[in-house]
């Protein structure tokens, strides 16, 4: 059955230097060029889910002012991963038939992936898209009930398999996604890069950021 509208809700912290990510800040030594690059990450991400004919995008932030102009910005509230993830989804769920929650790592992720999770919540009550770290890039839900994400390890390799474990294990029918990754550390960084040159992502925000702080020809790396 096809679910009646979709939430598509961007997970995402504000870009201020020290407070994101912290990982990619020590592999280019600048806290500054971190945050401007995670700034320039939501842009991108927010672009894919505005692209979307039939979603209603919303980003759930720790700041009402998130820096993506005209974007509607929901509180993620207090508490883990998992309870802000809950919070947000029981309030999509009020009135929209399914949702799918992503993150700002992803710049640039296809809306083909978006497609995809769409249509497989058509047939299932739950979708996942797996990052190639061991954690997800996606989880779609068309029902939800409490609890459904506690106690998760969370920013772990065995973050996804629990999660898909857990789905299993409360009487859902996940259905898994294509593969893809988010952006943690330079090397992550490159990969990036080489998909964009590559023309398999689009992703302008990151690269204007990446020439505006000199690092494109720095950090360009042929894929082996």
Request: aromatic content about 4%; overall charge neutral.
């Amino acid at each position: 059955m096809r679910p009646r509208g979709a939430r598509v809700i961007v997970m995402a912290k504000a870009p201020r230097p020290g407070r994101v990510k912290t990982r990619l800040a020590q592999g280019l030594g600048s806290e500054a060029a971190a945050c401007a690059l995670a700034r320039a990450f939501l842009l991108d991400v927010w672009r894919s889910v505005e692209g979307l004919p039939w979603a209603q995008g919303v980003i759930a932030g720790d700041a009402l002012d998130m820096g993506v102009p005209g974007a509607p910005v929901w509180p993620q509230g207090e508490g883990d991963l998992g309870e802000r993830l809950e919070r947000v989804i029981e309030r999509a769920l009020r009135d929209a038939g399914a949702v799918i929650v992503v993150g700002s790592d992803s710049p640039g992720l296809p809306m083909a992936l978006l497609e995809e999770a769409r249509a497989a919540l058509e047939r299932a009550d739950a979708a996942i898209g797996p990052c190639s770290d061991g954690g997800f890039y996606l989880l779609g839900l068309r029902r939800h009930r409490p609890g459904l994400l506690g106690g998760l390890p969370w920013s772990a390799a065995s973050t996804h398999a629990a999660t898909l474990a857990r789905l299993r294990a409360e009487d859902f029918d996940p259905v898994e996604l294509a593969r893809w990754f988010d952006v943690d550390d330079v090397d992550d960084l490159r990969r990036l890069i080489n998909h964009v040159e590559a023309g398999w992502v689009h992703a302008p925000s990151t690269l204007a950021a990446l020439r505006r702080l000199d690092l494109l020809e720095a950090l360009r790396r042929r894929t082996p």
